[in-house]
């Protein structure tokens, strides 16, 4: 039951929560804000849980069907009505106190989440393209929840990059699961999709997410070798990320980004000569 309970949380999930880090980090601002930025992340840690927690509930029943989902606690009948009230309980217990601690305007980055995730696993999933932007849009707010907490408001291209960037991977994961064609798969909205299309969005995203970070880094340290020098690994961790798209890979972006040496590498790269850039 509680690793059921666990499993329903999906922990792995929440690696995409670092966003909420890159704001603070990207202005210099992260060593002395640090706890709070913590705080932030576990905040979103629960508010993503609790997305994934509805979502699984309402799918069930499809997932029930599909090869892979239907181990999910919901959808396998190992979790039933009362333990989703117990983690929906535990879950905005997390959010509430987490908020207490932290700005006002992180409260409303929380609260847009939030609807976001409910209103697309409601209604939006099915919307073709829409879907696309309405997923990128809940990777952005996590990246503007982390400029709430040092109440200072990010770049123009950074918040550009962050966008494009979740378009990217978000497209990138739709390719991957077209190509794999799995038997019952239970995400509609797929058929309404074209290879062809999707591999238009995903070099016009990947295109704007370079040229925006390159823009950034240019802007933020005109004078600075050592951060202009990670756009040579950013730039191989989405090429990187591109070709994974052509393999069911990519379908599980949590698990691509923390197993791929390559790709881990890449992010170490590009880290930390930015963070010592910063810190300066």
């Given at each position: 039951?509680?690793m059921a309970?666990?499993?329903?949380?999906?922990?792995?999930q929440?690696?995409?929560?670092?966003?909420v880090?890159?704001a603070p980090?990207?202005?210099g601002l992260?060593?002395?804000?640090f706890?709070?930025?913590?705080i932030?992340?576990?905040g979103?840690?629960c508010?993503?849980s609790?997305?994934?927690?509805?979502?699984?509930?309402?799918d069930?029943?499809?997932?029930?069907?599909?090869?892979?989902?239907?181990?999910?606690?919901?959808a396998?009948?190992?979790?039933?009505?009362a333990?989703?009230?117990?983690?929906l309980a535990?879950l905005?217990?997390?959010i509430?106190?987490c908020?207490a601690?932290?700005?006002?305007k992180y409260?409303?980055?929380?609260?847009?989440?939030g609807?976001i995730?409910?209103?697309y696993?409601?209604y939006?999933k099915?919307?073709?393209v829409?879907e696309l932007i309405?997923?990128?849009l809940?990777?952005?707010i996590?990246a503007?929840?982390?400029s709430?907490?040092?109440e200072?408001?990010?770049t123009?291209?950074?918040v550009?990059?962050?966008?494009?960037?979740a378009?990217?991977?978000?497209?990138?994961?739709?390719i991957a699961e077209?190509?794999?064609?799995?038997?019952?798969?239970?995400r509609?909205?797929l058929?309404?999709y074209?290879l062809?299309?999707?591999n238009?969005v995903?070099?016009?995203?990947m295109?704007v997410t370079l040229?925006t970070y390159?823009?950034?880094v240019?802007a933020?340290?005109?004078?600075?070798?050592?951060?202009?020098?990670?756009?040579i690994p950013?730039?191989l961790?989405?090429l990187?990320?591109a070709?994974?798209?052509e393999t069911?890979k990519?379908?599980?972006?949590?698990d691509?980004?923390?197993?791929?040496p390559?790709?881990?590498?890449?992010a170490?790269f590009t880290?930390?000569?930015l963070?010592?850039?910063?810190?300066?």
């Amino acid at each position: 039951m509680i690793m059921a309970a666990v499993k329903a949380l999906r922990p792995k999930q929440w690696v995409k929560n670092i966003l909420v880090f890159a704001a603070p980090a990207a202005a210099g601002l992260l060593s002395p804000n640090f706890a709070h930025v913590a705080i932030g992340f576990v905040g979103f840690a629960c508010a993503s849980s609790f997305g994934y927690v509805i979502n699984d509930w309402i799918d069930r029943e499809n997932d029930s069907r599909h090869p892979k989902k239907q181990s999910r606690p919901f959808a396998s009948k190992k979790l039933g009505l009362a333990e989703l009230l117990f983690l929906l309980a535990l879950l905005v217990s997390g959010i509430v106190v987490c908020c207490a601690f932290l700005p006002v305007k992180y409260s409303l980055c929380v609260l847009t989440y939030g609807f976001i995730t409910i209103s697309y696993s409601i209604y939006i999933k099915n919307i073709p393209v829409t879907e696309l932007i309405w997923l990128a849009l809940g990777f952005l707010i996590r990246a503007i929840a982390g400029s709430a907490i040092i109440e200072k408001s990010p770049t123009g291209w950074f918040v550009v990059a962050v966008f494009f960037g979740a378009i990217y991977v978000v497209t990138a994961k739709r390719i991957a699961e077209l190509r794999s064609n799995h038997s019952g798969n239970t995400r509609q909205v797929l058929e309404a999709y074209a290879l062809p299309y999707l591999n238009i969005v995903l070099t016009v995203s990947m295109g704007v997410t370079l040229l925006t970070y390159a823009l950034w880094v240019f802007a933020v340290h005109s004078e600075s070798a050592l951060a202009q020098m990670t756009i040579i690994p950013f730039t191989l961790a989405v090429l990187l990320y591109a070709y994974h798209a052509e393999t069911d890979k990519a379908e599980a972006p949590e698990d691509l980004i923390l197993k791929d040496p390559s790709l881990i590498a890449c992010a170490i790269f590009t880290a930390i000569p930015l963070l010592v850039v910063f810190s300066k």
